[in-house]
């Protein structure tokens, strides 16, 4: 089955559902990630595949989707990629335009962390956002949450007085320039561990950034947040 946009429920906490995001099982391919599949249930989405090594999600729904046709991927508890790396590995097989993770931040600072880095992952999304690989976005109540790999121009989304924050984590990151917001960068230098692109406020919607080597993690904050 190949759909232009995945969406993925992780199993970690939601604080609700983003803001402007719609998601139809006739348009978008549902995948949940072991307990995602909980999170996908409590907002009345039916998923088309649950991968994990099934540790987490409730065996009745497993059962019960089953009998539905909806396909279940399990792995041996004794793995080596987490089980969103899983979700994310079995959605690009399906060559979509779009990921969208729900459900990747909260109650593990380690695998919070985990699943943050990894549309930063070059095994997984090798060259510059919208080019070798779709992009992929971590959404929640009103954050997101990408990675950009230079050379690239792209937009940053949000609306006017939202909080951008640009984290270096692909050395050096050159060339680092934005429109639209608050505070100018123009062709900037951003170092690992530099706080300078932190808590950026975009003044116009069309915003964007531009860098032209190594990688940013962009994340993009509601004032209501």
């Not at 999170?39 to 409730?58: F, H, I, R």
């Not at 984590?169 to 960068?185: H, I, Q, R």
Request: with cysteine; net charge negative.
């Amino acid at each position: 089955m190949n759909r232009e946009r995945v969406v993925i429920f992780a199993n970690g906490r939601m604080e609700g559902w983003p803001r402007g995001l719609e998601v139809s099982p006739e348009r978008d391919l549902i995948i949940c990630a072991d307990g995602g599949l909980a999170q996908a249930l409590s907002w009345k989405l039916t998923p088309n595949l649950v991968v994990g090594d099934m540790d987490s999600a409730d065996p009745a729904d497993l059962e019960r989707l089953a009998g539905l046709g909806v396909e279940i991927l399990r792995h041996p508890r004794d793995k080596d990629e987490t089980d969103l790396e899983l979700a994310i590995l079995t959605a690009l097989k399906r060559n979509p335009k779009e990921i969208i993770v729900l459900g990747a931040f909260g109650k593990r600072l380690d695998m919070t962390l985990a699943n943050v880095l990894l549309p930063a992952a070059a095994r997984l999304f090798p060259g510059p956002t919208g080019e070798a690989g779709p992009p992929c976005r971590l959404l929640d109540l009103d954050r997101s949450v990408f990675f950009v790999r230079g050379p690239a121009r792209i937009p940053l989304g949000g609306k006017p007085g939202d909080t951008v924050s640009l984290l270096p984590l692909e050395a050096p990151v050159s060339g680092v320039t934005l429109g639209g917001m608050k505070y100018p960068l123009d062709q900037a230098t951003l170092v690992l561990g530099s706080t300078h692109g932190i808590s950026n406020v975009v003044r116009d919607p069309g915003a964007w950034v531009r860098l032209r080597e190594g990688g940013l993690l962009v994340l993009v904050s509601s004032e209501e947040s």
